[in-house]
């Protein structure tokens, strides 16, 4: 099984809908993250979240919330969803106690709001 | 945005040909990462260099890193259609990742 799974892989919605996204890992990591990627724009980090209480802007939050359920869960909610939040969304999680203090990645979120 | 840039955006070789990518970036760091990503899919690691290290070797794989110049290089030796994929650079600096906007490799068999 994935060690981070995300749901759902693909969704379309309309403008101004709520939409939630949800991360799950099993790799015991304290640390998650949710990036938006775009086509030209590389990864921008949204949100990040190094343990159940610690919860962190990144550097494209306006729009966004995010809710850290659990060590193992992580979502990502879009208020109001527009058509500009169109992209792939993806979950990461670290172990910064752990060499190569690599991200691991989930297999993204397609989102296409119309 | 502390984004890095890789150069070139996008590159096409020949299988067996080496493919080199360029990563510069814009604040202190403490390493720098080198990602894999497939299209559609999520990330993979593939290497770090930490910023006291001036070049890494992974299998086919061989990074430098120049911090007066605050640029990295990665070197994929003798490439193989798998190799196709898109590359990024990520830096860490303090609490988070800055990623860099990607080289798109296409290998042709």
């Known amino acids: 099984d994935a060690d981070v799974t995300q749901t759902p892989r693909n969704r379309i919605t309309k403008t101004g809908k709520r939409i939630m996204l949800e991360c799950s890992q099993t790799?015991?990591?304290?640390?998650m993250y949710w990036y938006r990627q775009d086509p030209g724009l590389g990864l921008r980090l949204i949100y990040y979240?190094?343990?159940?209480?610690?919860?962190n802007k990144g550097e494209i939050s306006d729009g966004y919330s995010v809710s850290r359920q659990a060590q193992a869960k992580f979502s990502l909610s879009l208020e109001s969803a527009i058509p500009n939040q169109t992209a792939l969304y993806f979950c990461a999680t670290s172990d910064p106690r752990s060499l190569p203090y690599e991200q691991y990645f989930g297999p993204g979120t397609r989102l296409t709001v119309t | 945005s502390q984004q890095g840039e890789e150069d070139p955006q996008a590159l096409s070789i020949q299988e067996g040909e080496n493919a080199t990518m360029n990563c510069s970036y814009k604040?202190?760091?403490?390493?720098l990462q080198w990602y894999r990503q497939n299209s559609g899919r999520g990330l993979v690691h593939l290497i770090l260099i930490r910023s006291n290290e001036r070049e890494k070797h992974s299998g086919r794989l061989r990074v430098t890193l120049d911090t007066s110049k605050k640029s990295s290089s990665l070197l994929i030796t003798a490439s193989r259609a798998a190799d196709t994929a898109s590359y990024f650079c990520a830096t860490s600096g303090g609490n988070q990742f800055y990623f860099g906007t990607g080289t798109s490799l296409t290998v042709i068999p």
């Open positions: 979240s190094f343990d159940v209480k610690d919860i």
């Open positions: 604040t202190s760091i403490n390493n």
């Open positions: 790799k015991g990591h304290d640390r």
